[in-house]
């Protein structure tokens, strides 16, 4: 089988961005968990629920709108958070499916330059 110049080319560019995959990933992981210690320290009442009830509870905040925000705010951002890391998570999983595929079409591309050719 051969491949012509156009699939040679589109395969080595996806090969080059898999080569990339462990670090891109690791940026991720370290933004997002950088990312969540600056909303832990920075704005803890939308992430830390036990931040935003001492709060109500000690009165400083207005008590209408924070008991609402009190159960509801940390969750949705939460799940807003599990989300994005869920995202981070399918891109590994993505690109290590197509490290898989590259090594399959490497197989193949090898196998048949090792067949000689019927006449």
């Not at 197509?98 to 079409?105: K, P």
């Not at 196998?111 to 000689?116: A, F, G, H, L, S």
């Amino acid at each position: 089988m051969e491949l012509s110049d156009k699939q040679l080319k589109f395969i080595h560019r996806r090969r080059k961005l898999i080569s990339f995959r462990k670090y891109i990933v690791l940026f991720l992981s370290i933004l997002f968990v950088a990312f969540l210690g600056w909303m832990y320290y920075r704005a803890p009442l939308l992430v830390n629920p036990y931040e935003v009830m001492s709060r109500v509870e000690g009165s400083s905040l207005d008590k209408n709108t924070m008991i609402l925000m009190a159960g509801m705010l940390p969750i949705i951002v939460l799940l807003a958070l599990f989300l994005l890391g869920a995202l981070i998570i399918f891109f590994f999983i993505a690109m290590s499916n197509e490290a898989r595929y590259i090594e399959i079409i490497d197989q193949i591309i090898d196998d048949n330059q090792d067949k000689p050719e019927k006449t």
